[in-house]
Each structure stands twice: as C-alpha cells, then as structure tokens.
C-alpha cells in the first residue's frame, strides 16, 4: 500500500488556493458553487483534506483550469 505525502496534499492545496484566487472567488463563493461548505475548501487548500479525481474536477471547471494545473511536475 502507497504511503500518505503530506507535502504532495500541502502542494496540491496551494495550487488549489491559488487557482481559486486566479478565478476571483472567495472560499465562500467556491463553495457555493460546488455545492460545498467553505470549511471544505478550506481544508482541501490546506492540504488536510483528501480529495478524488471526481472533485478534482470540479475544481478545474470552476476555476477554468486544466486538471493538468494541479500537478506542474
């Protein structure tokens, strides 16, 4: 079984944060538009919230991003 990185979900969740900021919306909006709380984007941009392919690209339509954004390397 593959090992938990944190630095991977604390990389993904500043790439989130700054893709949300890139698309001019608040935690509060972003939340609003996905059907979600802002607790929940705040802990998928922290990095302390595991998220799915699924909600990965949720994220990407909202914030106009490729899911190819989310992993530069």
């Known amino acids: 079984m593959a090992k938990r990185n944190p630095n991977a979900y604390a990389k993904l969740?500043?790439?989130?944060?700054?893709?949300r900021l890139e698309a001019n919306l608040t935690q509060i909006e972003a939340a609003e538009k996905l059907g979600k709380t802002q607790a929940y984007i705040s802990k998928?941009?922290?990095g302390e919230r595991r998220i799915d392919v699924i909600e990965l690209a949720?994220?990407?339509?909202?914030?106009?991003k490729s899911p190819s954004y989310f992993f530069p390397e």
Do not use: D, H, P
């Open 13 to 19: 969740g500043t790439l989130l944060k700054q893709a």
């Open 44 to 46: 998928c941009e922290l």
């Open 58 to 64: 949720m994220f990407a339509k909202l914030y106009r």
